[in-house]
């Protein structure tokens, strides 16, 4: 059975633990999708999830390997995003890149949101042909 939150202004943003020092609930965010192109979505940060999925473990019969997989580590992070037709037609599960602009080195979050800006020009661009 799958079950569909109908919550669709509210996305889980996967972020390093190092990040976890300066975010905090309240702070902006941006938010940039594969499926639209140019457009940048705000938002705020609304929780952070006491869990890390790489710290989960399944019996399974086996020896767990020391190997760590490759982007399972990260914290998550409750994001909800400004009201916005668009959004609500984008189907559930879709990507996106996020940040969170923190009262730390506000400086640098105007490299940030430059740079998120690239990235969703970037989206106009389909090298998968």
Known sequence: MV????QKRLIVAQFRQN???RLEKGDDAEAVFNALPG??????LVSILP?????SYQAQGALQSLT???GSDGVLATIEL??????????DGIYAQVAVYSDHFTHVSVMRKVL????????YLYLDH
């Open 82 to 91: 400004d009201p916005n037709a668009e959004i609500d037609a984008l189907p």
């Open 68 to 70: 760590v997989t490759p």
């Open 3 to 6: 079950f569909i939150p109908e």
């Open 116 to 123: 998120l800006r690239m990235t969703s020009w970037m989206h």
């Open 51 to 55: 869990v890390v999925p790489g710290g």
């Open 39 to 44: 457009q940048v979505f705000h938002g705020k």
């Open 19 to 21: 990040s976890l020092l």
